[in-house]
């Protein structure tokens, strides 16, 4: 069974930054693009930054700039660098991976970690 678990979110003052982490575990046999979605209240989930598996990286226009992926193959690993935090950047932030569990079958699934919340006061 696949696992992904967030940590590093937490409280923080506008202009400060975060950095949150994300490690896959359990039967993995690849994983593709993994990535970070957010979903402020009253709001639907939308996407923040997603990095394919040989480091190419895409950011949603409102945090480019700001906001920095990446990620430890090796160690399953996603993280996101995020800067010059504003107020609206406050919401649950989610990570994504699409995984293949199996060699044998291609199939690549999506799977969620349970969220960590991210609150930026004014």
């Known amino acids: 069974q696949v696992q992904l678990v967030e940590s590093g979110g937490g409280l923080v003052q506008a202009g400060g930054s975060l950095r949150l982490s994300c490690a896959a575990s359990g039967i993995i046999f690849s994983i593709k693009d993994m990535g970070w979605y957010r979903q402020a209240p009253g709001k639907q989930r939308e996407l923040v930054a997603v990095?394919?598996?040989?480091?190419?990286?895409y950011y949603a226009d409102s945090v480019k700039g700001r906001f920095t992926i990446s990620r430890d193959n090796a160690k399953k690993m996603v993280f996101l660098q995020m800067n010059s935090l504003k107020p609206e950047d406050t919401a649950v932030y989610y990570c994504?991976?699409?995984?293949?569990?199996?060699?044998?079958?291609?199939?690549?699934?999506?799977?969620w970690g349970q969220g960590t919340q991210v609150t930026v006061s004014s």
């Open positions: 994504n991976g699409k995984i293949q569990v199996f060699p044998v079958q291609p199939r690549i699934n999506d799977y």
């Open positions: 990095i394919s598996s040989v480091g190419s990286a």
